[in-house]
């Protein structure tokens, strides 16, 4: 693979991780959700396979395959499952931020952490640190979607994210993060994934939403 | 053979053993099992502490037990007396432990964790490396903590839990970062280190550890302004944890300031040293006047207990104070003179209180009650265990032929003869050491007659005291012995005192013996002898004497039974008799100003005149002032912090998430704008 190629498709998959992100956010539509969230885990596992391509690593190639299975696949069909076991009054989110503010936000923190990962970049410039802000923004909307979002899946789905731009922080920064060290992140993304999704359909039988406000009940 | 070895290892494996086995065995069973094996951790305890004060040497050290420091143990003479001392208390413990099967054998959780506790007793002393000795310290902390939430009443237990939780930490947090600040001053966590870079510790360093240490071991011994938790703690434990609690485990804080105080800190040699040790006589003296005068208003027998122990744990801060005063103004001889009587009078306190709480838990089983004005009558019924109380109370009173009589001398004999020994400040501070040590004994003299004369003789005054029944035999036993070990104390006291007086050697470096003799006590450097076995029989002689001749006298006249004179009231009840409240009323009058009583009178008249009374309601508590002045505060101040915390806790888990998120983006925006 050249150089000029390798660049390219480095911003393309970054740039596919940021937009889907962003997209995450616009949409209202439980179910486009988990589509674009589908697209952002290939986009994941197309970033390191275009590193593992440049760096010649079968192991991170096997790793790109890994992701791809799990995020693109397991995890957008296990949402998919909780999506409809929720029927279908459940699939339209009401943001506790209105979408164009959300967008605006979005905004914003791409700027911070545009802002915040220039020293990470500056200490070893290259093709694949430049992309390291990318992952950061990608953390920052997770997190956001995360506190403004009601509805228990679609904050599954923010965690989601932040999981996914922290993978990415991990890959752009160090080329190459030890195997084990990956396995045990996905086990443990999986993991919190299941109970989630039986946490929700628990809070489903007993509430009858998964509107994490009525769980303000509870409080003494 | 190595002794100590043999003994602490019989002791390790006694201690595993009987948690496991009280775990398991029947129900029926559980206590006697925990009782058995108590009592053989500490008889192997008390044999390793002896060996280790008379000089054997003992070294272990287990890296692969805890991660990063392992487990070091040494023991040296003085650890090896507080070793002694825990295992006899928990010899004594154990045996009272013993419940028959027929009888109920109380929280299985209480049996497993005794022996435990009196395990980590044992291995506080001997620990040779700060983090061994922390680990233990915690052990014990922990276990004895589980120990008073298994007491019977619920809700007291809770409470008294979380008192001595809260405090035991907080205290465990000073002596750690004393001990911590050391450990970086010294280089090295052992003992050995810490003791060889004690000469080169900077005064203001040393002074802030020694009142750290002052305060975290303080604390322990219920030594002011840390004791309320002391009261509840050992009123709500479960009756032998009580005893183990009160005669060994306070002692480990006297173990605590000795060992920082002369050994790591070298506060014997050095002349900067003398403020710390004015400042501990000062506050032993402060706790020992508060702890009795609390004890003499208190009509619950467990509470008047308890403020003894802080006494006592003041009287023997006040004479270790007073060794390193002598010790850094360079009169060894009185140093070893007021340091012996220290170390005594720990021992001494440990026999008769563990007899008294013995005596006194069997009481409050019998009869369901700790009110004194609630007891008496007991002789009859339970004579065993009136006549431990008896023992113990005349023990614990410093008068002749009492256990606490000759260790109480010793630290007067040392106070008055260091008056002209030393500095301007100490001849301020020492005649009002004497004063208070002086004051000390008298009102706990007032005190226990007070808790044995109403408690114990006269005529029941409830129902639950006239149905009372006798402890079993194992518990009988278990005070016979202690009673015993009073005894040997109060008369013999030599037989213990060359041991203390090396103990003492080795910490204040004066050398020979400090105390000689074997039946009269000579004191070696000041002129003073007294010989607690002659004044013992020839007060037993007096006695019988006397009571000889009266009887003698009245059988002379002739006998004439009638009724006792009642000034025509009606026969007398036991509601006439003397109730605790009234027998301190005179010294709670002297003594107004500082214990600040709250009396309420309540007159309610008939509908039909004013003049005449229907019912008078005469309410009085002495409640523990220091702790409405200093921890009400501090308690509201908390609470009020908590009830503001509440406030952001409002139960929306959005909000909690954009905590979250606000405190990320402010720190990164904080890191993208300094950078």
Known sequence: ?220 | MNLVAVGLAVATAAGVVTAVLAVVVPSRFHAAVSGIGTALVGAAGAAAGAAAVLGQPFALSLPWVLPLFGVSLEADPLGGLFVAVAGGAAATAGVYGIRPARRDSGVRATSVVMPLFAFSLLLVPVASGVGSFLALWELMALTSLVLVLTGRRRAEAVEAGRWYAVMTHLGLVAIMIGLMILVAHAGGDSFAALRAAAGSVPPAIAGTVFVLAVLGFGSKSGILPLHAWMSRAYSAAPGHAAVLMSAAMANLGVYGIVRVGFDFLDGARSDTARWWWIGALLLGAASAVYGILQAAMSSDLLRLLSFSSTENMGLILAGVGAAGLFASSGSGALAGLALVAALLHTLNHSAFKALLFQAAGSTVEATGSRDLDELGGLRPRMPGTTAAFGWGALAASALPPGTAFVSEWLLIQALIHGLGASGVASSVVLPVAVGAVALTAGLSVATFVKAFGVGFLARPRSDAASQATEAPATALVAMGLTGAACAILAVLPSLVLPGLGRVAGSLTGAAGTTVDGAVTLELSGVAGSLSPLVVGVGLLVAVVLAAGAVRALAVRRARRAARLWDCGAGPLTPRMEYTATSFAEPLQRVFDNVVAPETGVDVTHPEESNYLVELVEYRRTVPDRIERRLYRPVLALVSAWGSVGRRLASGSIHQYLAYGFFVLIGLLVALAVTR
Request: hydrophobic share 60%; aromatic share 6%.
């Open chain 1, 1 to 220: 693979m050249s150089e000029a190629l390798y660049v390219q498709l480095l911003d393309l998959a970054g740039g596919a991780l940021l937009l889907t992100a962003v997209v995450i956010l616009w949409r209202r539509k439980l179910t486009a959700i988990v589509r674009v969230f589908a697209v952002q885990g290939f986009a994941l596992s197309l970033l390191v396979a275009v590193l593992a391509a440049h760096e010649n690593d079968p192991t991170l190639g096997g790793i790109a395959v890994g992701l791809l299975v799990l995020r693109a696949g397991v995890l957008p069909w296990l949402l998919r499952r909780a999506l409809a076991a929720a029927g279908e009054e459940q699939h339209e989110t009401r943001p506790l931020v209105n979408v164009a503010a959300s967008l605006l936000a979005a905004a914003v923190l791409v700027l911070i952490a545009y802002a915040v990962s220039q020293p990470l970049v500056e200490l070893f410039p290259s093709a694949a640190s430049t992309a390291i802000p990318v992952g950061m923004a990608v953390v920052l909307i997770g997190f956001f979607a995360l506190v403004t979002r009601r509805h228990a899946l679609s904050q599954l789905v923010g965690f989601l994210l932040m999981d996914n731009g922290i993978t990415a922080v991990g890959f752009l920064a160090t080329t190459g993060v030890a195997f084990v060290v990956e396995l045990g992140i996905s086990l443990d993304v999986l993991m919190a994934v299941l109970v989630l999704y039986v946490l929700a359909s628990r809070m489903r039988e007993a509430f009858g939403t998964t509107d994490l406000d009525d769980l303000r009940e509870l409080h003494d």
